[in-house]
Structure formats: structure tokens, C-alpha cells
């Protein structure tokens, strides 16, 4: 009976090993889910600010390009007028 005994007294030993791991495991997964939560919160977050980034780009792109044209106008208008000017008697 000692050597029935001796074996039982290793499997609860075995079984609370194992529960011990398997509470260290639980507390870990419920650690990650909370580091995976707070990610996803973050990269969240990092998504709304390069949205308006990219807004803001977009809207210097198209200032810078306004300014361009504008530029351009301006000068075909001058140059027009100097060779209406040159052309032109008077």
C-alpha cells in the first residue's frame, strides 16, 4: 500500500505543479491582453494623427500648387502686356 500511496502523493504533487502553472499561464494570457488592448488603443490614436497628417499634407500640396499657377498667370499676364506694349506703336 506504501508504494499506492507514494504514487498518489506524486500525482496531487504533479496536479498542483500543474495548477500552479497553469494560474502563472492564466495571469500571463490576461497580462498580453491587456498590453494587446492597449495597443490596439494606441495604434488607434497613432492612425487618427497621420489622418490628419496627411490631411494637413494634402493641403499644403495644393496651396503649394496654387501659388504656382499663380505665379505662372502673373507672369504670362506681364509678359503679355510688355509684348502688346513693344508691338504696338504709341
Known sequence: M???NDRLDRIEAL???????????????DKN??????LTDEIGRFNERLDTYETGMRWV??????LLISA?????????AFLVKL????
Open 33 to 38: 491582453a491587456a498590453a494587446v488592448d492597449k
Open 72 to 80: 505662372t498667370v502673373a507672369l504670362i499676364i506681364n509678359a503679355a
Open 61 to 66: 500640396v495644393q496651396l503649394a500648387f496654387a
Open 15 to 29: 496536479v498542483e505543479k500543474s495548477a500552479a502553472a497553469i494560474d502563472r499561464n492564466a495571469a500571463a494570457i
Open 87 to 90: 508691338l504696338l506703336p504709341g
Open 2 to 4: 506504501t508504494t499506492s
